[in-house]
């Protein structure tokens, strides 16, 4: 009887071993199945994650071209602008120099100064041109003259020239100086 015990037990724990190996067996099954979801997922999610770096480094480039335009536009017409009224401070210049000393010239000279600042604040400068050596950058010459001054120097200024945040919009048109040349005066006086 004991040996049949022994046995019925045996084939029991054979049977139960059996199953325990089964079910770990299914149990490593679906937890590679659960760790190969969880890489994908993973994976996935890593592409996402980049898709995302990638999208969001191209938005902010995005914005940055387009604030760079968007300022390049109101550069550009705030350039067009000063340009057309650089006009006015000509006609202000000439109006002070044909006004009689009094009353009428502090007037033009005080609404000059007043729209100059103005443009001043948008970082217009006047190029200084007189008494400095001519400059092609910041000069245009109209006419030369013999004088005792250096050569090349600018003797007058015909037209004011300006500068709208450190670009040239507009040259000064100048008169310079020019040596007298020695032996063009030699041959003079041999005539």
Do not use: M
Not at 67 to 95: G, P, R, Y
Not at 110 to 120: E, N, P, V
């Amino acid at each position: 009887k004991s040996e049949k015990k022994v046995e019925e037990l045996a084939g029991e724990i054979k049977q139960e071993s059996e199953k325990i190996i089964k079910e770990e067996k299914k149990i490593k099954s679906e937890t590679n199945e659960l760790r190969e979801k969880l890489e994908k997922a993973n994976k996935l999610a890593e592409e996402r994650l980049n898709q995302l770096k990638y999208l969001q480094a191209d938005f902010d480039n995005y914005r940055k071209q387009f604030d760079k335009e968007k300022e390049q536009i109101i550069k550009l017409a705030n350039e067009t602008l000063v340009k057309e009224l650089i006009v006015v401070l000509d006609d202000f210049d000439a109006a002070i120099k044909i006004s009689a000393e009094g009353e009428n010239r502090k007037g033009l000279l005080t609404l000059k100064k007043k729209f100059f600042d103005i443009l001043a604040n948008q970082e217009l400068k006047e190029i200084e041109a007189l008494g400095k050596r001519f400059n092609p950058e910041f000069h245009e010459v109209l006419c030369k003259e013999l004088s005792k001054h250096n050569e090349d120097e600018v003797i007058e200024e015909i037209q004011k020239g300006y500068i709208l945040k450190s670009k040239v919009i507009r040259t000064s048109k100048v008169k310079v100086s020019k040596k007298e040349d020695k032996d063009l005066k030699i041959n003079q006086t041999k005539k």
